[in-house]
Nanobody, 124 residues
Framework: QVQLVESGGGVVQSGGSLRLSCVFS????????IGWFRQAPGKEREAVSC????????YYHHSVTGRFTISRDNAQNTAYLQMTNLQPSDTAVYYC?????????????????WGNGTLVTVSS
């Protein structure tokens, strides 16, 4: 059974930082890509970042480029999203998901398994 569990969300002031974690288990290979997504109130879910499973290419939404960093520790079965200089517009529920592939220009494709999300609230 595949499981992804996010943690690390919380309330932070504008300009602050948070690191989200996504612990994954039950995947049959170590080559799944991982993506981070977010859904703000009243908005559609959007891809924030992804990292391909087989090579280190990454994608970032234009609104987070230079502020967010995705990483992965396969030994710990954990993916991370380091978020800095957070803004109120970053307030959302953040989800991680497995992705079949991650294009550095187009983003993630083939999301299959999802976590339940972790809430990030940025106050002004």
């Amino acid at each position: 059974q595949v499981q992804l569990v996010e943690s690390g969300g919380g309330v932070v002031q504008s300009g602050g930082s948070l690191r989200l974690s996504c612990v994954f288990s039950g995947l049959r290979s170590g080559y799944h890509g991982i993506g981070w997504f977010r859904q703000a109130p009243g908005k559609e879910r959007e891809a924030v970042s992804c990292r391909d499973g087989r090579d280190p290419k990454t994608y970032y939404h234009h609104s987070v480029t230079g502020r967010f960093t995705i990483s992965r520790d396969n030994a710990q079965n954990t993916a991370y999203l380091q978020m800095t200089n957070l803004q109120p517009s970053d307030t959302a529920v953040y989800y991680c998901a497995t992705v079949v592939t991650c294009s550095w220009s187009q983003g993630p494709y083939g999301m299959e398994y999802w976590g339940n999300g972790t809430l990030v609230t940025v106050s002004s």
